[in-house]
């Protein structure tokens, strides 16, 4: 298939569909772009995430009591605002291509939870930067729901440790120096090499190891498309490059 970009014309989504079709096992992989849709801001654009509050880096976190405190006032008052907002055409767009087979995994790079509550199964999505609606104990990786630590924290200032180990506990989200998690990892590649179709909807592509894997999927033979509203570097190595709106789009295939 010959390479497309152009501001998302009829013909080009055509080619997106027609592409879908033709393939056996799509990979879908995510990034902020289809949510910002949703209205949950991205991380380094004017007014995202970022540019509104300095991330706690993990070290810091783990070191630093008042860091501790600091990360999970922020996840109480919703300062991130990454928790709350409701999927979009985009997402039930994608979990149809799941429930109809088309889709094998969707990789995210997004912690909302939106995928799931737009009801593509838990266990088809690959969270690559984890979810950012509950906890994980850092000794011992038990789960922790945020409702069984927001009164003592925000009625008496209670750090979260965990019920079982006494260990910190963390926003089960990848901070900024934190090791990226190997089975997440390990379950993405396998996707990647296992498809004939990479659809990249909303990510700029610039953050690895997550953005290596339109990359690997392209040189093991499949075909790779990308729905961006801005150009990404990898667009050179696409079949097929529409800058266009994700809702709309894939609402349309």
């Known amino acids: 298939m010959d390479q497309l970009s152009t501001r998302?014309?009829?013909?080009?989504?055509?080619?997106?569909?027609?592409?879908?079709?033709?393939?056996?096992?799509?990979v879908v992989f995510t990034g902020a772009g289809i949510s910002t849709e949703s209205g949950v801001p991205d991380f380094r654009s004017p007014g995202g995430v970022w540019s509104r509050m300095t991330p706690i880096r993990f070290q810091d976190f783990v070191a630093d009591e008042a860091k501790r405190r600091e990360a999970w006032t922020r996840t109480f008052s919703g300062a991130a605002r990454w928790t709350g907002a409701k999927p979009n055409a985009g997402h039930a767009a994608v979990a149809r291509l799941v429930a109809e087979g088309k889709v094998t995994a969707v990789i995210t790079q997004n912690v909302d939870n939106l995928?799931?509550?737009s009801g593509v199964p838990a266990d088809q999505i690959v969270e690559?930067?984890?979810?950012?609606?509950?906890?994980?104990?850092l000794a011992c990786g038990l789960r922790h729901e945020f409702d069984d630590f927001?009164?003592?924290?925000?009625?008496?200032?209670?750090?979260?440790?965990?019920?079982?180990?006494?260990g910190l506990v963390k926003s089960a989200t990848i901070s900024f120096g934190q090791a990226m998690p190997s089975e997440p990892m390990a379950r993405a590649e396998a996707a990647t090499l296992d498809c004939d179709l990479f659809l990249v909807l909303g990510?700029?592509?610039?953050?690895?190891?997550?953005?290596?894997?339109?990359?690997?999927?392209?040189?093991?033979?499949a075909r790779l498309a990308i729905?961006?509203?801005?150009?990404?570097?990898?667009?050179?190595?696409a079949d097929l490059v529409l800058h266009d709106e994700i809702g709309p789009v894939m609402s349309q295939l």
């Open 150 to 166: 927001r009164d003592a924290f925000l009625e008496r200032g209670v750090i979260p440790a965990c019920r079982d180990c006494g």
């Open 203 to 221: 990510s700029s592509l610039v953050v690895y190891p997550a953005a290596g894997f339109p990359l690997l999927a392209k040189r093991n033979g």
């Open 227 to 237: 729905v961006n509203r801005e150009p990404t570097d990898q667009d050179i190595h």
């Open 8 to 26: 998302g014309s009829p013909a080009s989504r055509r080619d997106l569909a027609r592409a879908i079709a033709q393939a056996g096992k799509v």
């Open 128 to 137: 690559l930067h984890g979810n950012a609606h509950y906890a994980r104990c």
């Open 115 to 117: 995928h799931q509550e």
